[in-house]
């Protein structure tokens, strides 16, 4: 093929020749490069992230995780409108939200107001309680509950922490539920996956709920509150049980996100 070459077709592989005073522009231009290139300040090397930083930076990006794992995580607990999730709430003391949403639907039903609630005959609450343990307690709170929304706040579920354990069963972190999945208010539930998830993420050391939602509010901001704890709570029941958690098959072991505090 080199012997069919054009003259053409050669002159384009040979550099063209360069006269003296080309060549002196060329190092003179040269040797200003290399100057400015020493002169130039050294740039740092950017740090690589440790995998177990601080607990502020990981809450963060263990939530951000956990979207991506469960980005429709909700309450768990089946209702409609504040009256119904405060019900419901109080109803999940000592038992799993899908029992309460069992009985729920029957409940509702025949007591769908503060009103109706607060008239209920004591006995028929009972049985209707029955399944969930408890029932006594439970007939006795919801009927304290229908006649203080009746009597105080005009039959309406009130907005604030305040008002809401003035009820009778209503604690905090029912009324943390209420606030956050019916009013829209960040608000962060600690119950028992929420407070393991954090002792084990190396959020908190503490036992206290109150003392965990302060602990993760002082590293989530507010618009994580509510939802993340939903993932939480999604995250401990499928991967991070409480007596054999699945360190193995967990995207936030493998991100480098928990340090496996006490397991
Ligand atoms: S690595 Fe283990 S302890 Fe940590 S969140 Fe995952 S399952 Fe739980």
């Known amino acids: ?32 490069v290399t100057a400015a290139v020493d002169a130039a300040p050294e740039v740092p090397e950017i740090p690589e992230v440790p995998a177990v930083a601080g607990p502020a930076w990981r809450a963060g990006a263990v939530d951000d995780e956990l979207i991506a794992l469960y980005p429709d995580a909700v309450c768990a607990l089946d209702h409609d409108g504040p009256f119904q999730l405060l019900v419901a709430t109080v109803l999940s003391a000592q038992t799993t ?6 009985v729920t639907p029957e409940l509702f039903g025949r007591y769908p107001d503060a009103t109706a609630l607060g008239a209920a ?51 905090r972190k029912t009324a943390n539920v209420v606030l956050g999945n019916a009013f829209g208010k960040p608000a962060i539930t600690v119950d028992t996956h929420v407070g393991r998830l954090s002792r084990r993420l190396g959020w908190t050391m503490s036992k206290d709920p109150l003392r965990v939602e302060k602990d993760i509010a002082a590293l ?44």
């Open 1 to 32: 093929m080199a012997e069919t070459r054009t003259k053409a077709s050669v002159a384009l592989l040979v550099p063209p020749m360069r006269s003296r005073k080309e060549d002196e522009v060329r190092r003179s231009a040269s040797s200003e």
């Open 121 to 171: 005959r004591r006995e028929d609450l009972e049985a209707i309680l029955r399944p969930l343990g408890f029932q006594r307690a439970k007939a006795g709170h919801l009927l304290g509950i229908g006649q203080a929304l009746t009597e105080r706040f005009e039959g309406r579920v009130p907005r604030s922490r305040e008002e809401l354990v003035s009820l009778p069963g209503v604690g």
């Open 97 to 102: 939200d899908a029992r309460v949403n069992t």
């Open 220 to 263: 989530w901001e507010p618009w994580r509150w509510t939802d993340g704890c939903h993932r939480l709570i999604e995250h401990g029941r499928r991967v991070c049980s409480a007596r054999s958690p699945r360190c193995g098959e967990c995207a936030l072991l493998e991100a480098g996100l928990c340090p496996q505090a006490g397991v």
